[in-house]
Structure formats: C-alpha cells, structure tokens
C-alpha cells in the first residue's frame, strides 16, 4: 500500500499522477479535514471533495474545486432568502454535503460516509478522512481568530497573520485505519500541499507523528513551494507566521526529523545543500504539474526515490 498524506489540489493531481503508476487500489489518501466548515447546516469537507472529485474525473479542473460544469440554483435562491453565499456551492456539490451531513446525523461517522461516496463516484483510491473527530484549522489574525474558510475564501487571505491553531486537536485522535495505514505502508508519500494547515494539521494530531517516527518505511514529501512561492494557495504567510521561510528549504525545516527525502523542482537546485544540511537527501526533478505526462512523471520520481531508499536500508 501506498500511502499519501493529502491537503486539497495539489495532493489531488499529485494522486492522478500516482494511479497511473501504481493500481489505484494500492492507493491510501489519508486527507486533511481541519478546512472542515458548517454551512446551511450542511457538512462541507473541501479537502476530501476535492480529491475524491479529481480522482472520479468530474472535478472542476481550472479552479480545482468542485463539480465540471455544475449550476448554482440552490446557492441563487438561498441568496434571495438571506443565506450568506461567499462560499461557493453548485447545485451537484450540494448533493454530496446533503448526503454526507444526512449519514453523519444518521451515526456514520466521516470515514464511513466518505469510502460511500468515493465508492459512488467509482474512485479505486481509499480515501480516509485523517480523523472522525472534529478539528477546525484558525487563522490567528491581529482582529482575533478566524475560521480557515473565512480567511481564505470570504476574505481573500487578506488579513496579516500571527499564528495558526488547529481547534479541537489535543482531543481528536487518527482513526485506527489511519494508524493501520502508516503502519502497514511500503511507502509513506507527502503530497505538495501546503505544509502547515493541509499536512500540518494531520500530524498535529495526536499520535500521527509517533506512528510516522516509528515506521521504517521511506517518507518522501514534495515541495509544494517552488522558486520562493507556493504553487497554489496562502502558504506564503501561513509559513511566515509559524517562523519558516517561504522556500523549498524552508519546507524541509517543516518537514526535519520527519521525512527522508524532499522532492525540489530544478529552479530551487541551489537549496538543495542546505536541505541535505537538514539531514534529508533531495531529488531534483520538474513538480509543476501542468498535465496528465508530468502529473505522472512526478509520482514515479516521487516513489522511485522512496524504493530506492528502501533497497537500500
Ligand atoms: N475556494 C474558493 O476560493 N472559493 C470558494 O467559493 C470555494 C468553494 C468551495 C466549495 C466546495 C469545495 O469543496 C471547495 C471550495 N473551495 C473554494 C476550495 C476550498 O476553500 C480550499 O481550496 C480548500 O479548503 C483548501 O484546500
């Protein structure tokens, strides 16, 4: 089994390019739920849409969220009646948070209701929230603390940042298909995602880290920073306000004591001693990942330098 740790877009194509090397049913996707939010009483688990819709082929390719060509009747009419609509929800999206809010409050917990859906939509790939427990990522600003969600989409990520918090983390725990999936790995893949609030928050989980140091299988992350920015997404001041350095040398300092080896595009070659300073090896390779050829050449570069690793230990 391969396991990947996942935030949102950049973890989706990393993994389209992953199931074209690997059987998709060898994939685990263990995915990030503190973007979690509650809207129109409905539970929207963006990381985990994201990637079973990409994996599914329907997504939204251009924004990288939500369902290809979908309508917004439903968010139109809510508007008329009042709803606050700054998050977009099209019609066939909603379906998906009207069926997993329905089976939550039915007693499934996240981990059933998301493998029901991914089986729905036809994905091979398992995909396992990182816990059933409610965890909500803040973004600590100097107005107070505000919701991921509302930072990032209602206010453009515009407000200065002084800290992350990941409410409700110390009581949550992994679910056991989590633990049992980092135990039983032959490779353990961090997808570019942003390294503090897409994988930061599952290994802030209790117990992650521990089952992570324990394993002897290979930990590859790839840089979701290249050439100084993020590929997508707030990175850049979400890694400022934690005291690292927006660069692929500062998401190996994320990353020190925790992985083997950092994936690092080409034009950031020059890290790549400082990195090694770090005591993690580098692999230098293209991970701008424009189509279906280079989604699937960075998966291979990404698990030959874990099986590499692994021959040789
Ligand atoms: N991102 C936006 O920038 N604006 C939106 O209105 C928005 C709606 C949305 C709806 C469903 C969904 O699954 C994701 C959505 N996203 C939207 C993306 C999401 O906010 C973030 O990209 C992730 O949480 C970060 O990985």
């Known amino acids: 089994m391969i396991v990947t740790l996942a935030g949102g877009v950049g973890a989706a194509r990393f993994l389209e390019g992953l199931v074209q090397v690997v059987p998709a049913e060898q994939v685990t996707a263990i995915v990030n739920t503190g973007d979690d939010i509650t809207l129109h009483g409905l539970h929207i688990s963006p990381d985990i849409d994201i990637v ?166 290979p930990i590859v992350a790839v840089s979701p920073i290249v050439g100084g920015a993020p590929i997508k997404g707030p990175a850049a001041p979400l890694m400022r306000a934690q005291g690292f350095e927006v660069s692929a040398r500062g998401v190996g300092e994320c990353y020190r004591g925790l992985i083997d080896i950092l994936v690092i595009d080409t034009v950031d070659a020059v890290l790549a001693d400082d990195i090694r300073a770090l005591g993690i090896d580098v692999v230098i390779t293209d991970t701008i990942m424009r189509g279906p050829d280079e989604k699937r050449s960075l998966a291979q570069v990404t698990l030959d330098a874990a099986n590499a690793r692994l021959s040789r230990s």
């Open 52 to 217: 079973t819709y990409t994996l599914a082929g329907i997504v939204e390719e251009a924004q990288g969220w939500g369902v290809r060509g979908d309508t917004t009747n439903v968010l139109e009419m809510l508007k008329t009646l009042g709803a606050e609509t700054w998050f977009l929800l099209g019609d066939r999206d909603l379906a998906t948070h009207i069926r997993r809010t329905e089976l939550l409050r039915g007693g499934a917990t996240l981990t059933e209701v998301t493998d029901l859906i991914r089986r729905a939509l036809g994905v091979a790939v398992q995909i396992l929230p990182m816990t059933d427990d409610p965890v909500a990522t803040y973004i600590v600003t100097p107005q107070g603390a505000i919701h991921f969600q509302h930072y990032l989409v209602q206010r453009r990520a515009q407000d200065d940042v002084t800290g992350v918090t990941f409410e409700g983390v110390d009581r949550a725990r992994p679910t056991a298909v989590v633990l049992e999936a980092i135990g039983y790995a032959e490779a353990i893949l961090i997808a570019p995602s942003n390294p503090i609030v897409s994988v930061g928050t599952t290994l802030a989980l209790p117990g992650v880290r521990a089952a992570l140091e324990e394993t002897r299988t």
